[in-house]
């Protein structure tokens, strides 16, 4: 289902006792796009204007106004060929927007509508009344007028008004929550239902084609309880906001926790017109969000969805040229291109929990390529993203330095803002467990930390602690670690490891700086622990996987020692282990376990 948004000024169904202007308005039954009638009148080549008085008067402020007009041999827009009469009674003003070389957004059977946006009144316009602006909060007048490019012939009726509509600027003028599973909402439904409620906002110009028009807000979804499913391919739509002002062609998707919404495009290209279409994909319970080889072309900002899930939303294979900022979230992005942003700081803004891998950002002047506004992160990994032709490759807004591994053949090179420090590729240390007999074994449980202090990372390092509640907040001066890095917490030399037990052990951490991090504790301590307290970089820690590997990625600057062990207690001995991971190649080692 799809459901127009927008209040009614006049339907022009035998309406026009209501109707005013130069010449008598007269009912028209056998010509209308919209329900059952439509208004007649007469133009020439000397300016007509009609308008619907108003029983009581309209509040037009910060509205985009629809009129549905069939105009005969309109003069140019400059000449004011058509024009959108408002008064309020004492000043009217009759509006320039549309003529011979401007015919609005075409329709079937010869109709176009004519938009005003009350936001962006045209420059141009006739004082058909008074001298002033009309009062926008208390219009009475509103109407059509026409300037014919000739003169008319006798008494013959040759211009038709249909319906007068409007929806307050920031609203969506339809919301679009049809479709099912098996039958989903597409855009030939659009325009199928448009010609029937004869509602003059989605056109398709070349019948038969796959290519349409959209005029104006539209929310995607439902935000009640029920489903909604929208699917389409091979389309070009164009978003026409030609003389709209700002957030006025917003698309937005809704979604509830109750129903299932699903919005997939697969090759479609999207084409903004005018003022361009923000499009919001970030709505919290929305469950599919799929776009596959699709083109956006020069539109406004894009927020992807905060939620990952890679298998139900995600953007593969898709063009954004000439876009403002993409907020990517969370949403899994493979195989895109980024090109000539028409934002001042980056094409695309970067999350520290991104998924983005195998893109091209290019041709990137106007601002940068990728903005960087957090160094929490750091050291940042770029997996396999190529930056040609930028002006500079990263923004990095974070106001402290910041470094970026470029991992799989990534190859920044330039950055504006504060310090980026672009290092060389990651690199795997991967264990493999496995039986005597050759099976692999899960859930062994892995430690392999540093062996010694020869190598870039901490060992046994003197550390401080301040505990807060179950966080736990490590000073340690020059630590050199990473953002879910793991580290070895030793209390044993403290006296502190009975009484902060919760304190010791290994655990992920989550940078802050270049000289502290912080921890998770299980329970609270209470209070924060003293003595002599060490801490140690873990290269790899955890469970083998059901094939009986772990494996983690990251920058070696150097050579690394690592010295540990696997072990699965007690039904296996603890296997040693003893290696050091290679900078270029890293560390694959394999753990045979044998019954205790």
Same mark, same amino acid.
């Given at each position: ?310 298998t139900d939303r995600y953007v593969d294979n898709t063009l954004f040229i000439g876009c403002e900022q993409i907020d990517i979230n969370k949403t899994e992005i493979n195989g895109c291109t980024f090109a000539e942003t028409a934002d001042v700081d980056a094409a695309i803004l970067w999350d520290d929990s991104e998924d983005i ?113 179950? !966080?736990? =907040?490590?000073?340690? *001066? ?8 793991? #580290? /070895?917490? @030793?209390? +044993?030399? $403290? ?34 622990? !003293?003595? =002599?307290?060490?801490? *140690? ?8 996987? #059901? /094939?009986? @590997?772990? +494996?983690? $990625? ?43």
């Amino acid at each position: 289902m799809t459901t127009d948004n927008r209040s009614e000024i006049s339907d022009c169904d035998s309406d026009s006792g209501n109707w005013s202007g130069a010449t008598t308005p007269v009912d028209n039954s056998d010509i209308y796009y919209q329900g059952a009638g439509s208004i007649e009148v007469q133009a020439t080549n000397s300016y007509r204007g009609w308008w619907r008085d108003a029983a009581t008067s309209w509040n037009l402020t910060s509205v985009t106004l629809y009129f549905i007009v069939k105009p005969n041999n309109p003069d140019t827009e400059a000449n004011g060929g058509v024009r959108i009469h408002l008064g309020d009674g004492t000043d009217a003003r009759a509006y320039y927007i549309g003529g011979s070389d401007n015919l609005g957004f075409p329709i079937p059977g010869g109709w176009s509508v004519y938009r005003l946006d009350t936001d962006n009144l045209p420059a141009s316009y006739s004082q058909p009344q008074g001298s002033a602006e009309p009062d926008l909060t208390a219009i009475t007048e509103c109407g059509v007028g026409v300037l014919s490019a000739t003169k008319a012939i006798g008494n013959v009726v040759n211009t038709f008004f249909d319906r007068i509509s409007y929806i307050a600027n920031g609203s969506p003028a339809f919301t679009v929550d049809g479709g099912t599973v098996g039958t989903p909402e597409a855009f030939s439904d659009l325009v199928g239902d448009d010609v029937t409620n004869g509602w003059g906002f989605f056109n398709n110009p070349i019948a038969g084609s796959k290519q349409y028009g959209i005029y104006g807000a539209i929310e995607w979804g439902d935000d009640g309880t029920g489903d909604s499913y929208f699917d389409d391919s091979d389309a070009q739509v164009y978003l026409i906001g030609t003389g709209l002002s700002a957030n006025t062609m917003d698309q937005d998707l809704i979604s509830n926790s109750t129903g299932t919404n699903s919005f997939v495009l697969t090759n479609v290209v999207m084409v903004h017109v005018g003022e361009p279409a923000n499009w919001n994909f970030d709505s919290a319970n929305f469950d599919i969000q799929k776009l596959n080889g699709c083109q956006f072309v020069d539109s406004g900002t894009i927020a992807l969805h905060s939620t990952n899930h890679a298998t139900d939303r995600y953007v593969d294979n898709t063009l954004f040229i000439g876009c403002e900022q993409i907020d990517i979230n969370k949403t899994e992005i493979n195989g895109c291109t980024f090109a000539e942003t028409a934002d001042v700081d980056a094409a695309i803004l970067w999350d520290d929990s991104e998924d983005i891998q195998s893109c091209t950002f290019r041709d990137n002047t106007t601002g940068a390529a990728i903005e960087m506004p957090s160094s929490a992160g750091t050291p940042y990994g770029y997996d396999a993203l190529l930056f040609p032709g930028n002006t500079n490759d990263v923004l990095n807004s974070s106001g402290s330095a910041i470094e970026i591994n470029k991992n799989n053949g990534s190859d920044p090179t330039s950055y504006e803002g504060s310090t980026v420090t672009f290092l060389g590729s990651a690199v795997t240390v991967k264990v493999h467990a496995q039986l005597k007999n050759g099976d692999d074994y899960q859930n062994a449980r892995v430690f392999l930390p540093a062996k010694d202090g020869t190598g870039p990372f901490p060992f046994q390092e003197t550390v401080t602690i301040s505990n807060s509640g179950t !966080t736990a =907040t490590v000073t340690h *001066t020059d630590h050199d670690m990473a953002n879910n890095d793991y #580290v /070895n917490i @030793d209390l +044993s030399a $403290s006296g502190s490891e009975k009484t902060h037990y919760q304190n010791d052990g290994t655990f992920q951490i989550t940078y802050i700086d270049v000289d502290s991090y912080s921890y998770t504790m299980l329970s609270a301590p209470g209070s924060s622990p !003293t003595g =002599t307290i060490k801490a *140690t970089f873990v290269g790899l820690f955890g469970l083998t996987d #059901v /094939n009986g @590997d772990i +494996s983690t $990625s990251r920058l070696y600057p150097s050579d690394q020692p690592l010295k540990g062990w696997v072990r699965d207690t007690p039904a296996y001995k603890s296997f040693p282990l003893d290696d050091v991971v290679d900078d270029v190649d890293g560390l694959t080692l394999t753990a045979v376990l044998f019954e205790d």
